[in-house]
């Protein structure tokens, strides 16, 4: 069995209180932040990993981001991936969720290519986490799938595979009347939520083996794409005016009767226009 995953480099969540948005360009200042792998991310990498040990195949990283977030990959390696790719240019800067998830599966297809010249598609399964942990669109998945013209679902919260060709793979997600099953065949792109499983560490052994695996680097030269289709261009999303809340409080007594506390409380939410 054949899995991609991708991966996004987020900022620390620690260090969220250092993030600033650029007043121009109306984006997070990310330089000079720590990053670490999307959590949701690493739930769909731990369970690539726990799939291959199972069925056995490879399994693939891949991940748009700037040089320096090769550390990212080799921390992936070190988890047990197999392989690992970081598309890189300073085309696809700026890029939105349409975009970016356009830049990642062309790379996909290219890989697929690359391992597999004689399959139409050589992944039977490509997995990631189901939002990123700072933009939380959770769009890259959907689109990704659209752009491969692969079936998809989102917020997996358990995978069950018949056999190592991801042929009537069930897998199942909450819905708000409980739980929901379904059956899909691969190859497809499934978004996992958290609830998966629980990744695993990183020992010594899996760093040292990580140093010995292959990384590749491709910048848009490699991957030959319109650059009316990337970056900043090809980004039909854009930030639009930037408000900061009011987020004083003051707390109103309304007196110790139901009824007409009750009236004020229309009152108060009609006027601020949460109620008509």
Not at 34 to 50: G, M, R
Not at 163 to 173: G, I, S, V, Y
């Amino acid at each position: 069995m054949n899995i991609l995953v991708c991966i996004k480099p987020v900022p620390d969540p620690e260090k969220y209180g250092q993030l600033k948005l650029d007043e121009k360009t109306k984006r997070l200042v990310r330089e000079g932040i720590p990053t670490v792998i999307n959590p949701s991310d690493k739930h769909a990498l731990e369970e690539a990993i726990t799939l291959r040990d199972s069925l056995g195949g490879k399994v693939a990283v891949l991940t748009m981001a700037p040089q320096f977030s090769k550390d990212k990959l080799m921390e992936a390696l070190a988890m047990g991936a197999d392989c690992a790719y970081l598309v890189s240019d300073k085309a696809f800067g700026g890029a939105d969720t349409y975009a970016t998830s356009y830049v990642l599966a062309q790379a996909i297809k290219k890989i697929s290519l690359e391992m597999d010249p004689e399959k139409d598609f050589a992944f039977d399964l490509v997995l990631a986490g189901n939002e990123s942990a700072d933009g939380a669109t959770a769009h890259v998945p959907a689109q990704t799938a659209e752009w491969l013209n692969l079936p998809h679902l989102c917020k997996v919260s358990k995978l069950e595979l018949q056999d190592e060709t991801a042929k009537n793979l069930r897998a199942w997600k909450k819905i708000d009347q409980g739980e929901a099953v379904f059956q899909i065949d691969g190859p497809c792109v499934i978004a996992v939520s958290s609830e998966i499983n629980r990744p695993r560490l990183i020992n010594a052994m899996g760093i040292i083996k990580a140093k010995k695996k292959p990384l590749t680097i491709w910048n848009n030269d490699d991957l030959c794409l319109d650059e009316k289709k990337i970056g900043l261009t090809g980004s039909p999303t854009q930030p639009g005016e930037l408000i900061t809340p009011d987020l004083r409080r003051a707390a109103v007594s309304l007196g110790s009767e139901a009824d007409k506390a009750a009236e004020e409380i229309v009152k108060i939410m009609k006027k601020a226009g949460v109620l008509e």
